[in-house]
């Protein structure tokens, strides 16, 4: 199955969609964590953005995985 990639930025955060070429149904959407405001606490806002970029990137690829999976086992299932 083909997919087509769209990558774009909404308010400045970056978001990726992946659909399907065929029926354009959305399989997967992603955005980027939005970055908190500068002010008091900097170090911990660093922090915790660090850990909320670290999540959606271990996020995105588990999606990912998953719709890979999915659509190996689709196939297989079609073969059979």
Request: net charge positive; no cysteine; proline share 5%.
């Amino acid at each position: 199955m083909h997919y087509r990639i769209d990558a774009y930025l909404v308010h400045g955060n970056p978001r990726l969609q992946i659909k399907e070429a065929k029926s354009g149904t959305v399989r997967l959407v992603w955005d980027y964590p939005k970055s908190p405001s500068a002010g008091p606490g900097g170090s911990e806002r660093e922090l915790a953005q660090s850990l909320a970029t670290e999540e959606a990137l271990h996020k995105l690829f588990r999606k990912l995985f998953l719709l890979t999976t999915t659509e190996h086992l689709n196939g297989q299932l079609k073969r059979d």
